[in-house]
């Protein structure tokens, strides 16, 4: 295993249209995670997965995002109606159930969202 | 709600020499985990060391040390011997115990290393 992959690295999309993302994780890990970064800021929190259940979504997660994860396995998030705004890098991490000895995420590269 | 401060947007080192950056945080846990992440540029975020809020003692990775100042919600990472690898953003982050890996990031610091 090499990790969380996520898929595409980059994506260009026009305003108003719809993107989805998509995130692999650690074969073993059952918690994923949604992050946002834009530029010049630290990842922020958007919304957690333990195996197929959404247990936790950020208000930074409007209507217009969704994120499912069927079988627990890889994830997607979808931005329907993009503006602007949305363009940040979107990363995903994913770990096991945590111990107090094992608390670590581990992250993707991302992917770049430029809406233009 | 958590806050996690880093006050330095850029630091410099040179190779061999030690640099310090700063985090400060905000929360009325008394039970959480503080991190410290590094990206380097266009690559995936990895975990560079982890504290314990319970543990009286400061968390040690070979050249990676941590300043933790439990009173004072401080938590600095010492980078002894610099190498041409470390330079990259160094993230800071809580994670409030919530069962889960919520975490909270400062803005960064970036990390120049000169030969």
């Known amino acids: 295993d090499t990790g969380v992959s996520q898929n595409p690295r980059h994506k260009i999309t026009k305003r108003g249209q719809n993107v989805t993302f998509r995130c692999d994780p650690i074969?073993?890990?059952?918690?994923l995670y949604w992050y946002r970064q834009t530029l010049g800021q630290g990842p922020e929190f958007l919304t957690y997965?333990?195996?197929?259940?959404?247990?936790?979504k950020s208000r930074l997660l409007s209507d217009r995002f969704s994120a499912e994860r069927p079988k627990g396995s890889f994830s997607t998030l979808e931005i329907q109606r993009t503006e602007q705004g949305d363009s940040a890098m979107y990363l995903c991490a994913s770990s096991r159930r945590e111990t107090r000895e094992n608390t670590e995420a581990f992250f993707g590269q991302g992917t770049r969202l430029t809406v233009v | 709600a958590q806050t996690v401060t880093q006050s330095q947007p850029e630091m410099s080192v040179q190779e061999a020499e030690t640099v310090t950056l700063s985090c400060t945080y905000d929360?009325?846990?008394?039970?959480?985990?503080l991190f410290w992440y590094k990206q380097p540029p266009s690559r995936q975020m990895i975990l560079v060391i982890r504290?314990?809020?319970?543990?009286?003692q400061n968390a040690t990775e070979n050249r990676f040390s941590v300043n933790f100042q439990k009173a004072a919600k401080s938590f600095s990472l010492k980078i002894s011997d610099s190498q041409l690898g470390d330079a990259a953003m160094y993230f800071c982050a809580s994670d409030m115990n919530t069962g889960f890996q919520k975490l909270v990031f400062g803005t960064g610091t970036r990390l120049l290393v000169s030969p």
């Open positions: 074969s073993e890990h059952n918690r």
């Open positions: 504290q314990e809020a319970y543990k009286q």
């Open positions: 929360t009325s846990e008394s039970d959480y985990y």
């Open positions: 997965f333990q195996n197929e259940a959404q247990l936790e």
